[in-house]
């Protein structure tokens, strides 16, 4: 099987995939950030979890050879090349609150709503939605515990590719926040590629 799904910049699509297939996240123009949520087929109440990804590694950077887990600390995805290196397991998603709040734009398109949207035909609505790991996003921390919030590192072209540890719903959101500089001020697309491991 190869599949590719085009995601237009601040929108989100959902997909299924079987054991052990790999999905690839493709950075199409660069420095765009993508919101990843994913739920066991099996039971949708079991869901990828930043915190407990955090909590089994001991620590915040991702990499090459690290599994994501999930909400029951069982390994969702297995990282099977990153050509960034630089990932965020901190923020959650950006909403229609946070742009009312931060910038006074009610309305704003967000990924909480992305995936609310793209995940509705399984019975996941907005508030259901659990915090994403925003792949190719750039969060440094600081000395004092603060939060950055810089441009992405990605290169047009650059890639994550993981590997299913089960079957999987997985949602991605070309993240459509357009009033700080993590996207490089310009919302752009991303793309999916699925494909079995032999391909």
Not at 162 to 183: E, F, K, W
Request: some cysteine; proline content about 5%; hydrophobic content about 40%.
């Amino acid at each position: 099987m190869r599949n590719e799904i085009l995601v237009p910049g601040g929108q989100a699509r959902a997909t299924r995939i079987e054991t052990d297939q790999l999905v690839e996240i493709i950075n199409v123009q660069g420095q765009q950030v993508c919101d990843l949520i994913a739920f066991n087929v099996e039971d949708l109440a079991e869901h990828l979890s930043p915190s407990h990804t955090r909590s089994i590694l001991g620590r915040l950077k991702l990499g090459v050879e690290d599994c994501l887990y999930t909400n029951t600390r069982a390994a969702i995805f297995e990282i099977e090349e990153d050509m960034v290196g630089s990932h965020d397991t901190l923020i959650a998603a950006c909403d229609f609150r946070r742009y009312e709040l931060d910038y006074g734009l009610p309305g704003h398109r967000n990924c909480r709503a992305n995936f609310a949207e793209v995940l509705e035909p399984y019975g996941i609505g907005y508030l259901r939605v659990p915090d994403p790991i925003n792949l190719f996003q750039n969060t440094p921390v600081g000395a004092d515990g603060s939060l950055g919030m810089e441009v992405s590192a990605a290169r047009a072209g650059d890639r994550v590719v993981l590997r299913a540890s089960m079957d999987a719903l997985v949602a991605v959101s070309a993240c459509p926040q357009d009033q700080n500089p993590i996207n490089g001020w310009e919302v752009t697309d991303i793309r999916l590629l699925l494909r079995d491991p032999s391909q």
